[in-house]
């Protein structure tokens, strides 16, 4: 299988499984912390929107094979490995936040931080200064302070 066809493979299959998992997992009680705060709540909902952007154009690029670097192919590769693994710690995500199970909701929030942080280093060497790294900067700074820093310690010291 070209590493192409894994990159469609993973974004299919494991985007369904985050996406579900939302659906599926919708806490009926709030666990919307911090982002209760109407400006909070606007800033996560910008940088979400940004980010999500980022991810299916940064996706399509990497299906479609496109780079501009001649380092990029052992990249290419190897951006597969933080790709299935941020997929994986965000389908992960809303399943554990609504069994109430802080530490590991905390770690799948790390462990995606760290991916996309992975993923950015990535764009770089794959698609230079461009509008897809900046994007995927966005996504690094929304898995990162919002998520996991700001929604995270509000998870954790609220009652469940």
Not at 1 to 12: A, D
Not at 28 to 54: E, H, Q, R
Not at 130 to 142: D, K, R
Request: include cysteine.
């Amino acid at each position: 299988m070209k590493t192409s066809e894994t990159f469609l493979l993973s974004f299919l299959v494991q985007g369904f499984l985050v996406l579900s998992s939302y659906y599926i997992y919708a806490p009926k009680k709030d666990i919307w912390g911090v982002l209760s705060n109407p400006v909070v709540f606007c800033v996560w909902c910008v940088t979400a929107s940004l980010s999500a952007l980022g991810f299916i154009v940064f996706s399509i690029m990497n299906i479609m094979s496109i780079s501009t670097s001649a380092d990029a192919d052992e990249v290419y590769e190897w951006t597969l490995f933080p790709y299935s693994i941020f997929q994986s710690s965000a389908s992960l995500y809303m399943p554990l936040a609504k069994s109430g199970y802080k530490v590991a909701t905390l770690f799948s929030l790390f462990v995606a931080a760290v991916a996309t942080g992975v993923m950015v280093f990535s764009s770089v060497v794959l698609y230079g200064a461009s509008a897809i790294t900046i994007l995927m900067g966005v996504l690094f700074f929304h898995c990162t302070v919002i998520d996991f820093f700001m929604w995270g310690y509000s998870f954790w010291t609220m009652e469940l």
